[in-house]
Structures are given as C-alpha cells and as structure tokens.
C-alpha cells in the first residue's frame, strides 16, 4: 500500500473495530434502539455496514432477497440497493450480524493490501477517484454509522479520531455548495463556519460574481459567522437532525444562516 492508502485504511479499520468492541456490550433492547439514520435501528446499521463490504467483495449481501416496496425511508435507487443486505438481516439476531461484520472485516482487511491504491474507482458522491481516495468514504461512511450507534445506545465517544478526520475531508468541501446553491447567498456575500469540540476547524466561504460559492483563505469581513461543536456539524452535515434540534449561534445576517443550516444536509 502507499502511505495515503494505509493511513485510510488504518482509519476504516479502526472505526469499524469500535463499533463491533461497543456492540460487544449490548443487550437484546440495545439491538433494537431506533438510530437518527431514518428507518434504521442499531442491528440495521450494523447489517448495512456488513453488506456494504460484501458488495466491495463481490459478494451479493442479499441473495434471493425480495425487498418490500413499502418502505418510506428508502427514497430512490441507491436506497433500495443499500437496503436489500440491512433488510435480508431483520430476521436475525444482534449477535448473528455483529458475527457476520467480524468475518466480513477480517476478510477485507486481507483483501486490501492487493488492492492498487491507483484504480479509478466510482464513490458514492459519483466522482471517479482512485481507491485510495476511496477508502476515505469507506472511512467516513463507517466512523458516521459508529456515531449513529453511539448516540442512540447513549455511548458518546470517538469523535476526534482519524475516522472523524476523514468525515471532515468529506464533508468540508461541500459547503461553498451549501450556501451559494442550497441557501441562496448572493455574490460577494461571505460566510464563515466554526467549529468548536474534538475536531475543530474554521472554514470560510465566499460567493463570486457568478453565484458561485468558493473555499477561501480569508473570508474579509464575514456576513454571517456560524458557530457550532463538531458533532452538531457532523449531525447536521449527514442528515441526522433538523436545525430546531441542535444548537448553532449565529452573528450577522440571521436569515441567511438559517437558510444555511436548513441546507446542510449532504450525504445521498
């Protein structure tokens, strides 16, 4: 492996290894827990994040497996694939999937270091990038169901690791696109993000002649400055509550940052 793709997958593994140690400790209530990832209870994110890895095996996660069409969570095509393997394993025990995520593990971590760093590969925003970049997603898709499992289990924790790093690779980039598309700030308007917590960081956004928003160095003088800690960010950013359930402050124009946290949901 290179140095990037090691380090990413260093990153999968350890996230992923957490959430098997934590499910680990559960009780059968534990199992059934409803998460903030709509229409998924604590096993389905544990079954999603086995049949995702048995997709990049090969496998099919669901064989045979008629999914049913009245699920409202499941809002287009990617949905209906993603939930086949998480549906296939309702039927199941806690324990019998935590079984199935370990031996799943194990055999993409021996798959892995014969993996080419270099293979153009499709992720899930759509873009062709190489695997290595790959395992970034695959890195922040796992580390945001481990928080899904931890906060519906009331067992915060890892919020800063390198799992958490890679999430903020992800989800960073995203917001020039949430305010100058999503919210409808208008040209010349800046806005700038902080965030507070285990993993913090300050980004600035700035909106062009054209409307189109931009990552800057410096915002100038920001017309609105959003302040929140990292997990909000992450909570908000992945689609896992609405704005009236978190706590974001706001200086300058308020209608503005209201618009944008409104649109800050990101992932598919």
Known sequence: MTTEMAANVAAFEQTVRATIALAETFGEDDWKRPTECPGWSVQDVVSHLVGVELLLLGDDPAPGHALPDDLPHVRNDFGRMLEAAVDARRSRTGPEVLAELRATLDRRLAALPAQDPEEPTVAPNGRTVPYAEFMVFRAFDCWTHEQDVRRAVGRPGNLGTPGAERARRILEPGLPMVVAKRAGAAPG????????????????????????????????????????????????????????????????????????????????
């Open 189 to 268: 308007q800046n806005v700038a993000f902080e965030i507070g917590g285990d993993l913090p960081f300050t980004s600035y956004v700035r909106v062009d002649e054209d409307g189109r928003g931009h990552a800057a160095d410096e915002p100038g003088t920001p017309l609105t400055t959003l302040r929140m800690d990292w997990e909000t960010f992450v909570r908000l950013a992945a689609g896992r509550c609405a704005p009236d359930e978190v706590t974001v402050a706001a200086t300058g124009d308020t209608a503005l940052a209201d618009r944008i946290v409104a649109a800050m949901g990101m992932t598919p």
